[in-house]
């Protein structure tokens, strides 16, 4: 089990298929997850097990690998709650991850959104352009930029989980397309479908970068370059002179507005 801790969890389920059901069980879906970087004895820190849970996992594994075998179980590490532990970002990537926070209460109104959809009067369009330039500015320009142009330029950039990233991105730039082009046309069901598929796609994103790749990067950036990424971030904030503040209260705005319906 030793040697098997430090192996990539895409190895070790090839070899030992079950495990891909066991770690199911928990809710970790390891088998689907096209990102694949965790090494077996990061899963359970990764995905922020209950130490309870944690013990019981890692022997049923073990079991599964080596049936036979004397097996070490990793003891759990938080001692004082049922409660998973909490991630520690590094500040620039927690900057990146608190910039989750608008986009993801963005696309959490965005089933009202689409339920309401009114592509004939100017107020319902605008409703969506300013969705839409949400999307383009804040998510895009201001946020995935930084990820792009500044950090994605500290690791490989043909590894698996980066062209995942760098995909995730193009997809949602073919979403927004799309959105404008049914807007335009008055069809309400395609850019409803764009909308929502908008949303599942970074809803899945942002929890793959806050759950999987920041930790990891975090773990493989040296102090140094924690301190220059955090630079780096604020001068692209103020060249671009952008102000999130209009985002906010677009966000604040529509949560009102939907709380009264
Ligand atoms: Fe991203
Ligand atoms: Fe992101």
Redesign the pocket.
């Known amino acids: 089990m030793e040697a098997h801790l430090n192996k990539g969890i895409k190895e070790i389920i090839d070899q030992y298929p079950d495990v891909e059901k066991i770690l199911d069980e928990y809710g970790i879906g390891c088998g689907p997850c096209n990102v694949g970087l965790c090494l077996l004895k990061d899963i359970v820190e990764i995905h922020r097990l209950p130490p309870y849970q944690e013990g019981e996992l890692m022997a049923r594994i073990a079991k599964t690998i080596d049936p036979e075998a004397d097996i070490e179980i990793p003891e759990a590490k938080a001692a004082s709650a049922d409660e998973p532990a909490e991630i520690k970002y590094s500040p620039p990537m927690k900057k990146?991850v608190d910039?989750?926070i608008l986009i993801k209460r963005w696309i959490a109104l965005i089933p009202t959104v689409v339920e309401h959809l009114d592509v004939e009067s100017n107020s319902g369009r605008q409703l969506i352009l300013d969705g839409i330039d949400m999307i383009r500015s804040y998510a895009d320009r201001y946020?995935?930029a930084k990820?792009e142009d500044i950090l994605f330029k500290y690791f490989d950039e043909n590894s698996k989980i980066l062209q995942v990233m760098y995909e995730d991105h193009t997809s949602g730039r073919g979403h927004v397309k799309a959105m404008l082009e049914a807007l335009e046309r008055k069809d309400k069901t395609t850019l409803g479908e764009h909308l929502m598929a908008y949303r599942a796609l970074l809803t899945e994103?942002?929890k793959k970068?806050d759950e999987i790749l920041y930790p990891w990067m975090d773990r493989n950036l040296s102090t140094r370059q924690i301190g220059e990424l955090f630079t780096k971030f604020s001068e692209a904030d103020d060249q671009m002179g952008f102000s999130p503040e209009k985002y906010e209260k677009f966000v604040e705005a529509l949560e009102k507005q939907f709380q009264k319906k």
């Open positions: 990146l910039e989750h946020h995935h990820e994103h942002i970068e």
